[in-house]
């Protein structure tokens, strides 16, 4: 790394790295910046050492070294870039310098609410009444009847107009990678209590979880053997056209992300935002 920014590159302007990762990059770009007299640029997304210690513990030697060093070589930039204002307000107590910005991500703009008339597209075309019929039980009577003019959702009118099916689920999504911070456990009690205490007028749920990750069999096994009634849970792996329409077509999202700093936005809360959908998440400051 040293080697190609500092000796082989022409000579920048400016100097733009993401952090983390920390190390070497910090170190790197910080001796590049001196001897190329170039203007550093830190884009702030979360803190390196948070990430090493969800492993190790946040007082183990390594992590301890690992802030300092963090702290040191991310001090002084041109620029201090930062997705939350909990992380500019944490900057500003390392006493970083240079110039402070928060800049909140934004979701990319196919991430929007579906029309009524697209909803209906997608859903004839997605057939999530399939997933939902493959993977749960007593799934034709959860999902009551659907025609050919129908969908999980909606239906069209004889005059061409799509309305939602007046005893439809309704449509919550939750992404994740399935890992060590993102406790479903939170999710599937939520569902218990649901069941528990859901009067018979109020609406079914269905869950839909997408993504991949290491916890995905454990929790497929905890959701199989849950007694379901007025709600299903279903996991999917999408295509990446289908999954800002699955949003789109939402009723609710949900974030169950816990950064290693408390400090970083989730970007799927940002992808939510963008469709439109009030989002249930686990507290960080905006």
Request: proline share 5%; aromatic share 12%.
């Amino acid at each position: 790394m040293l080697w190609f920014s500092g000796c082989i590159t022409q000579y920048p302007d400016f100097i733009f790295v993401q952090n983390p990762p920390s190390i070497p990059t910090l170190a790197v770009a910080r001796i590049v910046q001196f001897f190329r007299q170039s203007w550093l640029i830190i884009d702030w997304h979360n803190f390196g050492y948070s990430i090493l210690g969800v492993k190790l513990g946040m007082q183990h030697p390594v992590v301890k070294f690992a802030k300092s060093y963090e702290r040191f070589f991310g001090k002084k930039a041109y620029a201090h870039l930062t997705v939350t204002d909990r992380m500019n307000k944490e900057l500003s107590e390392w006493k970083v310098q240079g110039k402070l910005i928060t800049f909140k991500d934004r979701p990319q703009s196919h991430f929007s609410r579906l029309t009524m008339d697209k909803m209906h597209q997608f859903l004839t075309q997605f057939r999530l009444e399939e997933i939902v019929k493959r993977e749960t039980f007593d799934a034709a009577n959860f999902l009551g009847k659907i025609d050919p003019n129908s969908t999980i959702l909606t239906e069209k009118l004889p005059n061409g107009e799509v309305i939602f099916r007046a005893d439809r689920p309704r449509l919550i999504v939750s992404s994740t990678s399935w890992t060590e911070d993102e406790d479903f456990s939170i999710l599937l009690k939520a569902v218990e209590n649901y069941e528990r205490d859901a009067k018979e007028s109020d609406p079914k749920l269905l869950f839909v979880i997408t993504g991949q990750g290491p916890l995905k069999s454990m929790y497929e096994e905890k959701i199989s053997m849950m007694k379901l009634n007025k709600t299903r849970i279903v996991t999917a792996w999408l295509e990446m056209t289908d999954y800002p329409q699955l949003l789109g077509s939402a009723d609710l999202g949900i974030s169950l992300h816990t950064s290693s700093s408390g400090m970083d936005l989730p970007m799927k809360v940002v992808d939510m935002f963008g469709c439109g959908l009030p989002v249930c998440a686990v507290a960080f400051e905006w």
